[in-house]
């Protein structure tokens, strides 16, 4: 269903076969009521309530949140409460059944929230809600893969950036989606892909972000993927510059374009970046890793992924406004962004 799009139902409705969908949206009633509590709230998302999603997403009790798992349950009704209330009435939240794994028991949700615009084009982003689970424990005895940076912080920087989308004229729709199974190959997003919600004709960019760097800010930044495009670049620095970020030219930019689910995108046809940290801090803003805590690098993929004392919550919102400021730019972007032929994209690894 690759060229068309994905109808969405309520609940347990049955589709023009008499099969169950794997579509479930959102009671009306809930949210009506989410908005009105939302009402007299600012739209802006603080750092505590980004690190407030993130330890919940990243805690022990997740279990590191794998795929089909109970930690992946509870993570994604957490989320999808979350995603409501960032939406409130600006638009509808769904979630999408996915398989993952090789017996039919076996799935997650794809959690997708749509906010129309004023145009019938759409911009998508993305970030994946899943985890590693428990596995071979570590130095200190720790099993849990909690995967704080990897990726609850890229769910909860969606989920602010949700709500803080902005309203008025000649704006793209926007369709957050928090993808399952990332980490097993880009799962859900590859589903999305393969059975859209929208036309993806109509979808002209995509944003994907996926542990952006919690230690610290940095003057940069880096978009994975637009080596591969023509017409981002200026998009790309303004909206940075906005956002007090410089767009970085990295050498193995090009050489990471498969590493994230920015890549199922552009196998589709659509132009699409992950936003990540750059290298460039400034001087004296260095955080030393806790005792008995290997470095950041280090903890990638492994139970020392978790909410920890060298963590900059201030720096964690200020790649919330350069994300927000990229998807705003796309929203708003009248130029043409088109990946390069031969689109790389579709010659999987």
């Given at each position: 269903m690759?060229?068309?799009?994905a109808?969405?139902?309520?609940?347990?409705?049955?589709?023009?076969?008499g099969?169950?969908?794997?579509?479930q949206?959102?009671?009306?009633?809930?949210?009506?009521?989410?908005?009105?509590?939302?009402?007299?709230?600012?739209?802006?998302?603080?750092?505590e309530?980004?690190?407030?999603?993130?330890?919940?997403?990243?805690?022990?009790s997740?279990?590191?949140?794998?795929?089909?798992?109970?930690?992946?349950?509870?993570?994604?009704?957490?989320?999808?409460?979350?995603?409501?209330?960032?939406?409130?009435?600006?638009?509808?939240?769904?979630?999408?059944?996915?398989?993952?794994?090789?017996d039919?028991?076996?799935?997650?949700?794809?959690?997708?929230?749509?906010?129309?615009?004023?145009?019938?084009?759409?911009?998508?982003?993305?970030?994946?809600?899943?985890?590693?689970?428990?596995g071979?424990?570590?130095?200190?005895g720790d099993s849990?893969?909690?995967?704080?940076?990897?990726?609850?912080?890229g769910?909860?920087?969606?989920?602010?950036?949700t709500?803080e989308?902005?309203?008025?004229?000649n704006?793209?729709?926007?369709?957050?989606?928090l993808t399952a199974?990332?980490?097993?190959?880009?799962?859900?997003a590859?589903?999305?892909?393969?059975?859209?919600?929208?036309?993806?004709?109509r979808?002209?960019?995509?944003?994907?972000?996926?542990?952006?760097?919690?230690?610290?800010?940095?003057?940069?930044?880096?978009?994975?993927?637009?080596?591969?495009?023509?017409?981002?670049?200026?998009?790309?620095?303004?909206?940075?510059?906005?956002?007090?970020?410089?767009?970085?030219?990295?050498?193995?930019?090009s050489?990471?374009?498969?590493?994230?689910?920015?890549?199922?995108?552009?196998?589709?046809?659509?132009?699409?970046?992950?936003?990540?940290?750059?290298?460039?801090?400034?001087a004296?803003?260095?955080?030393?890793?806790?005792?008995?805590m290997?470095?950041?690098?280090?903890?990638?993929?492994?139970?020392?992924?978790?909410?920890?004392?060298?963590?900059?919550?201030a720096?964690?919102?200020?790649?919330?406004?350069?994300?927000?400021?990229?998807?705003?730019?796309?929203?708003?972007?009248?130029?043409e962004?088109?990946?390069?032929?031969?689109?790389?994209?579709?010659?999987?690894?």
């Amino acid at each position: 269903m690759a060229a068309g799009k994905a109808r969405l139902r309520a609940c347990g409705q049955p589709n023009s076969h008499g099969a169950q969908s794997n579509i479930q949206t959102v009671p009306l009633p809930f949210v009506l009521l989410i908005a009105a509590q939302l009402s007299a709230q600012p739209r802006r998302c603080a750092a505590e309530d980004l690190m407030r999603h993130i330890s919940v997403i990243s805690a022990d009790s997740m279990m590191g949140r794998a795929p089909g798992s109970h930690g992946d349950s509870a993570s994604v009704a957490y989320l999808t409460r979350a995603l409501q209330e960032a939406v409130g009435a600006l638009g509808s939240v769904a979630t999408q059944d996915v398989p993952v794994g090789p017996d039919a028991e076996s799935r997650s949700r794809n959690i997708i929230a749509t906010v129309p615009g004023t145009r019938d084009e759409w911009v998508v982003v993305t970030a994946h809600h899943d985890g590693l689970g428990v596995g071979k424990p570590d130095a200190r005895g720790d099993s849990i893969y909690n995967g704080a940076n990897d990726n609850a912080v890229g769910a909860a920087l969606l989920i602010c950036v949700t709500r803080e989308l902005s309203s008025g004229p000649n704006r793209r729709g926007v369709i957050a989606i928090l993808t399952a199974a990332e980490e097993r190959g880009h799962v859900g997003a590859r589903y999305w892909a393969e059975h859209p919600t929208v036309d993806l004709t109509r979808v002209k960019f995509a944003v994907n972000l996926d542990a952006i760097g919690v230690t610290g800010p940095t003057e940069d930044f880096i978009a994975y993927g637009n080596g591969l495009l023509t017409g981002a670049d200026s998009l790309l620095r303004a909206a940075g510059a906005r956002a007090g970020f410089e767009l970085a030219t990295v050498s193995f930019e090009s050489n990471m374009y498969w590493a994230f689910d920015s890549a199922e995108m552009g196998a589709a046809g659509i132009p699409a970046v992950t936003i990540g940290m750059g290298a460039r801090r400034p001087a004296g803003l260095a955080r030393e890793s806790p005792a008995g805590m290997p470095s950041m690098r280090q903890r990638y993929h492994s139970p020392a992924d978790e909410v920890a004392a060298d963590w900059d919550p201030a720096a964690i919102r200020r790649y919330a406004d350069l994300a927000a400021s990229v998807v705003e730019a796309a929203r708003t972007h009248t130029g043409e962004i088109r990946l390069q032929v031969p689109n790389v994209y579709q010659k999987r690894p």
